[in-house]
T-cell receptor, first 116, second 114 residues
Framework: DTAVSQTPKYLVTQMGNDKSIKCEQN?????MYWYKQDSKKFLKIMFS???????INETVPNRFSPKSPDKAHLNLHINSLELGDSAVYFC???????????????FGQGTRLTVV | DQQVKQNSPSLSVQEGRISILNCDYT??????FLWYKKYPAEGPTFLIS?????DKNEDGRFTVFLNKSAKHLSLHIVPSQPGDSAVYFC?????????????FGKGTHLIIQP
């Protein structure tokens, strides 16, 4: 059973379109994340959700919006896609934790988005 | 501004020898460090971690060393095996809460040669 699964794995779309990437985790984790790996291979956090509440938003354009229908899902909606949005997007989840030990995050397999 | 730096984009090591991957960080608030391994077309998978209260953590063939004064950590793999060929990401966080996410380095592509 896949712990963190995201669909689709590949997505090719035209500029200006609106698209969604879905993410589901079956680990019972409280916190889910979206990361973007850009052309320079940097993995950067975009959003995190804890108990359906947005915790952080790292200067991501408002064309990107996370939607969490329940604790096990965090979908990423992107409006008016631009060429620069082409990247690999990773969903991740982790248990909620405060204190000296930060639990590791579990990642999905990634969605390669290509905007043409 | 790269807060976590992996200055070697790639590293080639002979099978059976020790692989040493390095990572430097600039943010003194970081107190928890993780290494992730990534195969092509897959998501990163957790490998090993270390808290800033320790200077070494060992798990089988993998050992992570932390030098807080130098803001440097390293991952040692010994002996190196062909299946270790992958991209290794160093990641860091402060312990303010599980929702802060991780700050990743650019990764080092480890190639194990037979």
């Amino acid at each position: 059973d896949t712990a963190v699964s995201q669909t689709p794995k590949y997505l090719v779309t035209q500029m200006g379109n609106d698209k969604s990437i879905k993410c589901e985790q079956n680990l019972g984790h409280d916190t889910m994340y979206w990361y973007k790996q850009d052309s320079k291979k940097f993995l950067k956090i975009m959003f995190s959700y804890n108990n359906k509440e947005l915790i952080i938003n790292e200067t991501v354009p408002n064309r990107f919006s996370p939607k969490s229908p329940d604790k096990a899902h965090l979908n990423l909606h992107i409006n008016s896609l631009e060429l620069g949005d082409s990247a690999v997007y990773f969903c991740a989840s982790s248990p909620w934790s405060v204190g000296p030990k930060l639990p590791e995050a579990f990642f999905g397999q990634g969605t390669r988005l290509t905007v043409v | 501004d790269q807060q976590v730096k992996q200055n070697s984009p790639s590293l080639s090591v002979q099978e059976g020898r020790i692989s040493i991957l390095n990572c430097d960080y600039t943010n003194s608030m970081f107190d928890y460090f993780l290494w992730y391994k990534k195969y092509p077309a897959e998501g990163p998978t957790f490998l090993i971690s270390i808290s800033s209260i320790k200077d070494k953590n060992e798990d089988g063939r993998f050992t992570v060393f932390l030098n807080k004064s130098a803001k440097h950590l390293s991952l040692h793999i010994v002996p190196s095996q062909p299946g270790d060929s992958a991209v290794y990401f160093c990641a860091a966080s402060d312990s303010g809460g599980g929702a802060d996410g991780l700050t990743f380095g650019k990764g080092t592509h480890l190639i194990i040669q037979p």
